[in-house]
């Protein structure tokens, strides 16, 4: 009997550690940014799908609120299974924001096969954008993917997530309540 008792409370303790390690490695990861290399939006050109030049510019004159820069890539497993719900997060979205989805040396042919079978985004203004010539290692320092950055409107950096994300958990949502009218 005492026996069950240890391992109940030794399971118990391990549970309560894992919930409190989890909750702060989600706060580390949502905290503003302190002391970044990245404090603004760098200049940068992306191509877009269909071959044309997208200057990163051009989304801060359209008077948003918030540019949501998500790094990612087909042959990225992890990529690959958050990405749906980051579409999903973003159709949940009421507010002024830009969302740019860059795809990290792929291949379009590849990248619009895997786009069929995600959920669509409708009018929303997202923009499925290539990186074939580092840019995002050039201009952001990016070295893992998936990665994010939540830039304001004026080009100012608030947050950097590293690795995949939950993106469906409420402290995203809060994040980006300031951007929804």
């Not at 958050?82 to 860059?102: R, S």
């Not at 792929?106 to 990248?111: F, H, L, R, T």
């Not at 203004?125 to 993917?145: I, S």
């Amino acid at each position: 009997m005492i026996n069950r008792i240890i391992i109940a409370v030794i399971f118990l303790s391990g549970a309560l550690g894992y919930a409190w390690w989890s909750k702060k490695s989600l706060e580390s990861q949502l905290a503003p940014v302190g002391e970044s290399l990245l404090a603004v939006m760098p200049a940068a050109l992306f191509t877009t799908l269909e071959g044309d030049t997208f200057d990163l510019a051009q989304v801060k004159d359209q008077g948003t609120k918030a540019i949501l820069i998500h790094f990612w890539a087909t042959w990225c497993g992890p990529c690959e299974t958050e990405l749906p719900d980051l579409l999903n997060f973003i159709n949940e979205q009421n507010g002024d924001a830009v969302y740019l989805i860059v795809a990290i040396n792929d291949e379009v042919p590849k990248i619009k096969k895997f786009m069929n079978a995600l959920p669509k985004t409708g009018q929303k203004r997202v923009y499925w954008l290539l990186d074939n010539t580092q840019v995002h290692r050039q201009a952001f320092g990016t070295t893992k993917l998936p990665e994010s950055y939540l830039f304001s409107g004026s080009g100012q950096m608030l947050r950097k997530l590293v690795g995949p994300q939950e993106w469906l958990k409420p402290q995203f949502f809060d994040m980006f309540k300031p951007f929804n009218p």
